[in-house]
Nanobody
Framework: QVQLVESGGGLVQAGGSLRLSCAAS????????MGWFRQAPGKDREFVAA????????YYADSVKGRFTISRDNAKNTVYLQMNSLKPEDTAVYYC????????????????WGQGTQVTVSS
């Protein structure tokens, strides 16, 4: 049974930082591209960042480029999202996902999803 469990969300002031973690189990973690998505109230789920398998290539949404960093630790079966210079518009539920498609930015390319963690950025 595959499980993805996010943690690290919370309330932070604008300009602050948070680090999200996603611990995976029940799958060969190193074989999966890992992605972060977010969904704000009343909006569609949107791509945030992704990291591939062997070469750990990274991809970012334009809205977070230069502020967020995705990384993975295959020994710990964990993917991270370091979020700096947070803005109120970053407020959302953040989800991690695991997939094996080359379409790293598309939600429907991912097979497994976590339950999400709330990030709230106050102005």
């Amino acid at each position: 049974q595959v499980q993805l469990v996010e943690s690290g969300g919370g309330l932070v002031q604008a300009g602050g930082s948070l680090r999200l973690s996603c611990a995976a189990s029940g799958l060969t973690f190193s074989s999966y591209t890992m992605g972060w998505f977010r969904q704000a109230p009343g909006k569609d789920r949107e791509f945030v960042a992704a990291i591939t398998t062997v070469l750990s290539n990274t991809y970012y949404a334009d809205s977070v480029k230069g502020r967020f960093t995705i990384s993975r630790d295959n020994a710990k079966n964990t993917v991270y999202l370091q979020m700096n210079s947070l803005k109120p518009e970053d407020t959302a539920v953040y989800y991690c996902a695991a997939g094996r498609s080359s379409s790293n930015t598309l939600a429907n390319a991912y097979l497994y999803w976590g339950q999400g963690t709330q990030v709230t950025v106050s102005s």
